[in-house]
């Protein structure tokens, strides 16, 4: 079972490999999903620009009117390149330079989500220095559990991320000092690839008892911004090409208390390109081993690091052979480290030299993760429209 056509197959071999292949009609398809679901409730969404920047995939999703949640001083540059308002834009990370902090500000960002006490320091100067009062949101540590991958666990006291609970009184009298910067809402983000909504419903309960928190202090929140992290089924990519956006905005909209006039935010990267992106390669080798065989391909880690660095699950099909006699491979790629594996004893049709390899679900984290270790050539992107 596969997804691509014969047509696209066909030109797969044609196309020197490897190189990420993006289904513009499914990132399309989930775009209109997306939005129809976060309208019902007024929820504004902002693409985590850290899970994919390529240009053409930033601008479609600019096209549906959502807005951009950076990581760093470059991709604020690239979304606004890419036609974001400064207005929709929101700027995270533990470690912003003043370089890039000067980036937002000169944008005229909606918020920086501030991580902790100094970060606050160094904005109110900068700020004061370019006569601009800069809008922030408070990035609190909300001590959830995402159940998900080490790594990628963002919300737990022992994370570098945010502010904890604890340290709230000094940060409202710090702020109260503070005269170039306003604060407009709190900030949240517990992790990435979260499959169980219980995290998110978890999350709701913290957020509600921090805004009970500033009700008392008479602080006015007006932003919630919840983060992002909702998962994608990397097992099953056709199956579920499009996340249930639904269910996880209801989650939100049963479980967070939000006042009069507050808006609530999104920051969605894989939920809304994993699906839409694959990587293509060629079987190079074939090598007998001792348990499997391996099947050695032209793509590694240099092209996609996911499975050496949280030891990710990605689908993998045979696209020249799709549904021969089965047999067990290791599939690795041709770099010099024995992390440089897709997958360990899968069982896939009988596959030889110059067979096409897709390997599924890397619209996110895929190419934005590449890297040139081994003296390696970026890889291309091709964008096909057809769904
Ligand atoms: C990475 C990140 C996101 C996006 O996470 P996904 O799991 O891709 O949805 C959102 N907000 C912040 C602050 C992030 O660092």
Not at 176 to 187: R, V, Y
Request: glycine share 8%; net charge neutral.
């Amino acid at each position: 079972m596969t997804n691509f056509t014969e047509n696209q197959i066909n030109i797969f071999n044609l196309t020197p490999t490897p190189f990420y292949y993006y289904n513009m009609g499914l990132l399309d398809l989930t775009l209109q999903i997306l939005k129809k679901e976060a309208e019902k409730y007024g929820f504004e969404v902002h693409y985590a620009l850290k899970a994919n920047a390529n240009v053409p995939i930033i601008q479609k999703i600019r096209e549906y009117g959502f807005g951009a949640d950076c990581v760093s001083g470059n991709e604020v540059t690239r979304a606004v390149e890419a036609g974001f308002e400064g207005s929709k834009i929101v700027f995270a990370g533990v470690g912003k330079s003043d370089e890039e902090i000067i980036t937002g500000l000169k944008h005229d960002i909606h918020s920086f989500n501030c991580e902790s006490i100094q970060e606050l320091d160094v904005i109110d100067q900068l700020a004061g220095k370019m006569g601009k009062t800069a809008p922030v949101a408070l990035r609190l540590n909300p001590n959830v559990s995402a159940n998900t991958h080490k790594y990628i666990t963002t919300g737990l006291e022992e994370n570098k991320f945010g502010i904890n609970q604890w340290e709230l009184e000094t940060i409202v009298e710090k702020l109260k000092t503070l005269k170039n910067i306003k604060l407009i809402g709190l900030h949240f983000h517990i992790g990435s690839q979260i499959t169980d909504l219980n995290a998110f419903k978890s999350l709701c309960i913290k957020i509600n008892e921090f805004q009970l928190w500033f009700k008392q202090k008479r602080i006015p929140i007006l932003n919630l911004n919840v983060g992002g992290g909702l998962g994608i089924d990397y097992h099953e990519p056709d199956l579920h090409s499009i996340v249930d956006f639904g269910s996880f905005f209801r989650v939100f909209h049963d479980f967070l208390d939000v006042y009069p006039g507050q808006t609530v935010h999104f920051e969605l990267g894989r939920a809304v390109v994993a699906q839409s992106g694959s990587l293509i390669s060629k079987v190079l080798y074939i090598k007998n081993g001792v348990n499997t065989d391996f099947m050695i391909l032209d793509a590694g880690m240099t092209e996609l690091i996911r499975p050496a660095l949280y030891q990710a699950f990605h689908k993998i099909e045979n696209l020249s052979n799709k549904d021969g006699k089965l047999q067990r491979y290791d599939v690795v790629g041709p770099i010099c480290e024995s992390s440089d594996c897709f997958g360990k004893a899968l069982n896939l049709p009988i596959t030889k030299r110059g067979d096409l390899i897709a390997i599924r679900s890397t619209g996110a984290y895929g190419e934005v993760m590449s890297s040139n270790y081994n003296l390696r050539e970026k890889v291309k992107a091709y964008y096909f429209d057809k769904l």
